[in-house]
């Protein structure tokens, strides 16, 4: 099949660049836009959080099934690339709009635009994750092509951290609700610039043993039957509750307990950099050390750093950067090593089942970050508003508490729990080299070009 161009590298790249404009806002801000800016309970946001994520989980298992059942001259899962831009853009604004209603008609309106948003970025989000299956067998490629796309997630996520702020106080002038809609309406702008360059640069080369279409009844019964992806399922939740809780509680933190709302953008920037650095080592670790065995070594790393970060004093903000942003390095590498296994276990239901759905096993490991997601924002708004979370007030020492253990000890306990997961995956390098080989010899190659 032989190896993917650095241009091809580059181009899927891009699509996680535009992704997150969307999805790092969502994770840095869209809790303390709720609270803050819209004027919702913090209850009520994390109940919102939870239900619609809910409901976000039927589409993103419908929506691999329609991807891996489409058939066009230019492949399954590059179209989807072009057709989801204008939806996506749409939502984006219409989420950050903030109507003038009383509380209960700006509940209904944020459940609709948020159910909009979520379903928007489903269509053009599954399609671009399923294309790590298809553009090659290769598993060291695919191991650099989720570096490359995760390099270029951080990049979007480092961007939108450190300008987020500076844009809606530009942009708004004054008006902070008017800066959020302008704000992700330039975010859309550029989402469907890099979307569509994505689209031109990359092509679709495996293609299934089988062409035979199956019921979508199968591709879920050949999941629940794929005790790798179980694994990295469930894996993947609980390392998105460690990211998202410490990512959504950042803004918090700093606003409220260090009481430097000005550095929330630098901070959360230092963040995302550390990301980026983590995942773009990820292919020369792999070269020393197993991805299981590399995923252990760091999730633990992060379970002591994150503890440790109890005991930071307010008032010591280096050692804060210093550790998030190591913190930060040993998460990067996460989602390259956890999407290229994702492809394998793909891979692995195809050779034991002779039926790929590629699509189905991305959507399905989508919906399992956008819970972990949801699971986290929702434990950060009922914690707080137990504790009595008053939006641009002082916070209570309750609150306060509240704010510094969703920050550290809670994230903490969800990182450990990850590395008992890790333990029982099994699908090593030996093997998937096999199963590949196996597979190389049973199916043709045909790639789908512009």
Do not use: H
């Amino acid at each position: 099949m032989g190896k993917l161009r650095f241009t091809e590298k580059i181009g899927y790249a891009l699509g996680d660049v535009a992704s997150n404009f969307y999805w790092r806002v969502f994770d840095l801000f869209l809790l303390i836009f709720y609270t803050d800016v819209f004027g919702l309970p913090a209850a009520a946001v994390g109940t919102m959080m939870l239900v619609t994520r809910i409901i976000d989980a039927v589409s993103d298992p419908m929506m691999g099934a329609v991807a891996d059942r489409t058939k066009t001259r230019l492949g399954k899962f590059r179209p989807y690339l072009l057709w989801g831009i204008v939806p996506l853009a749409a939502a984006g604004v219409l989420t950050f709009t903030v109507p003038d209603v009383d509380t209960g008609g700006k509940l209904i309106w944020a459940y609709a635009t948020y159910i909009f948003m979520m379903l928007a970025y489903t269509f053009i989000n599954v399609p671009y994750g399923a294309l790590i299956g298809v553009v090659t067998r290769d598993s060291k490629d695919r191991t650099a092509l989720t570096s490359f796309r995760f390099i270029g997630a951080f990049t979007g996520g480092s961007l939108v951290a450190y300008f987020t702020p500076k844009l809606v106080l530009w942009l708004g002038q004054g008006n902070e609700a008017l800066g959020w809609q302008l704000a992700m309406g330039l975010y859309g702008a550029l989402a469907a610039l890099l979307f569509t360059l994505t689209f031109f640069a990359t092509r679709e080369r495996v293609v299934p043993v089988s062409s035979e279409p199956t019921p979508v009844w199968q591709d879920i019964r050949d999941l629940t039957r794929n005790k790798p992806w179980l694994i990295l399922f469930s894996l993947a939740l609980v390392i998105m509750m460690t990211i998202s809780l410490r990512a959504s509680t950042g803004t918090f933190y700093f606003k409220y307990y260090v009481e430097r709302p000005d550095l929330i953008g630098s901070f959360s920037m230092t963040y995302m950099l550390a990301l980026m650095v983590g995942a773009a080592s990820t292919p020369v670790l792999t070269k020393f050390l197993g991805k299981k065995q590399l995923l252990l070594m760091l999730m633990s790393l992060v379970t002591v750093l994150s503890a440790v970060y109890f005991f930071v004093p307010k008032d010591q903000i280096v050692l804060m950067y210093v550790l998030q942003a190591a913190i930060g390095v040993c998460l990067g590498p996460k989602s390259p090593l956890v999407f290229s296994m994702y492809a394998d276990t793909a891979d692995y239901s195809e050779w034991k089942t002779g039926r790929r759905a590629t699509a189905m096993v991305f959507s399905a490991a989508a919906f399992s970050q956008k819970l972990g997601g949801a699971l986290a924002g929702a434990l950060i708004g009922w914690l707080l508003g137990a504790l009595g979370y008053a939006a641009n007030e002082v916070q209570s020492d309750a609150s306060a508490m509240g704010i510094v253990l969703l920050m550290t000890l809670i994230p903490a306990f969800f990182a450990g729990l990850s590395v008992a997961l890790i333990q029982f995956y099994r699908l090593d390098e030996a093997t998937i080299e096999t199963l590949n080989r196996e597979l190389e010899e049973r199916a043709p190659e045909k790639e789908f070009g512009v």
